[in-house]
């Protein structure tokens, strides 16, 4: 039963030898990959695990209700097989729900992109507000994220930053943070208290691996520059910066956080693998269906999925008809209730076959 949930277990006990494997420990970057798809399988196999258990437990039961020769063990094993049965009924729907989630729920790694867009500097800091919204909820959670890069402005906004997130159904979580994020609210550097309107744009990818996309070397065009920090300041003397050019895409990847130029052009990889399988789903979607409905709509990002007014503290998404009245606490992290929203939006739909988010 449940035949996609019971190879994802089989992989998760390969990454549990593996991440006991020497050979693997020694090498940095085959355990912190091994890592991340270990963590994003958990919940899903120590749910089979238990469903497993449970069912074999139903048939010892079943079988010995069979075979007793006396009626007070019938009765004992009878009572045993009805607590048992709520237990199998119970994660029988769990699994139900996990195999309706797809792959979401498997993957614990996942990319965020966010972008300033409209709006000039305003836009910028509102950047910087949902990097510091996202990652405080992030460590909520539990969850760990890396930055791989950063673009700053000098009044301390962002105009990029893209980062690693890495957590038990993380992406699951946060895939529907993908689009257009508007603000209203009186800026900071606005004298006469008038209230104005910018714009971000966010997008969530799965984290890619070496088996989810491989990269030919002849498909790549690798470049080094010297990095550059805000107002020329941070230069680097040694060419440390890398923009990998995916040839046959035109998808371009430019990292330099990193001092190494061979840290840069791992963490590049990564990106450019995550963003070659979105845009290979993408296709596919679009070859699927035109009228498909997406969570970021036609693709362009910068459709608005949500806003966020501070004058009124409220917080709309324009998807689901969502709104709350206590943006303050929102923006401090407390996302829960966003979030959870969506996942439960998504997950009704496509029980009932209908648009779900994405």
């Not at 673009?151 to 699951?172: P, Q, R, Y």
């Not at 088996?211 to 065009?221: A, M, T």
């Not at 990292?255 to 399988?277: F, G, P, T």
Request: net charge negative; with cysteine.
């Amino acid at each position: 039963m449940f035949p996609t949930l019971q190879a994802k277990l089989v992989r998760y006990e390969e990454l549990e030898r593996l991440l006991q494997d020497p050979n693997v420990l020694s090498d940095t970057a085959k355990m912190l990959a091994c890592q991340r798809e270990h963590g994003g399988l958990g919940k899903v196999a120590r749910s089979v695990r238990q469903f497993n258990h449970v069912e074999a437990d139903v048939a010892a039961v079943r079988e010995m209700i069979e075979s007793a020769d006396d009626a007070e063990t019938r009765e004992y094993a009878r009572a045993e097989l009805g607590e048992l049965q709520t237990q199998y009924d119970s994660l029988r729907t769990e699994l139900e729900d996990m195999v309706t989630a797809g792959d979401s729920l498997t993957r614990g790694s996942l990319i965020m992109e966010i972008r300033a867009g409209t709006g000039g500097d305003e836009a910028s800091l509102f950047a910087r507000d949902l990097y510091e919204m996202y990652t405080k909820f992030i460590e909520k959670r539990g969850w760990k994220f890396e930055v791989l890069e950063l673009s700053a402005n000098e009044l301390g906004g962002m105009k990029e930053v893209v980062l690693s997130i890495t957590g038990e159904a993380a992406f699951h979580q946060l895939q529907f943070e993908s689009g257009g994020h508007r603000v209203q609210r009186v800026p900071e550097t606005e004298t006469q208290g008038r209230v104005h309107t910018s714009a971000a744009t966010v997008a969530v990818m799965a984290e890619a691996t070496e088996v989810d996309v491989e990269i030919r070397d002849e498909d790549l065009q690798i470049d080094t520059m010297r990095a550059g920090g805000p107002g020329g300041q941070k230069v680097n003397k040694i060419e440390s910066a890398v923009r990998i050019t995916h040839i046959p895409s035109g998808i371009v990847v430019r990292i330099q956080d990193e001092k190494s130029q061979h840290k840069n052009k791992a963490k590049a990889l990564r990106v450019l693998r995550s963003r070659l399988m979105e845009f290979r789903q993408d296709s596919l979607d679009k070859e699927r269906s035109e009228q498909r409905r997406t969570l970021i709509g036609s693709g362009d990002r910068s459709e608005r999925i949500r806003t966020y007014n501070f004058p009124q503290n409220r917080l709309t998404d324009h998807r689901i008809n969502l709104t709350l009245h206590k943006l303050d606490q929102i923006i401090l992290g407390e996302l829960d209730e966003v979030v959870g929203a969506l996942v439960q939006f998504d997950r009704e739909e496509r029980l009932r076959g209908g648009n779900a988010l994405s």
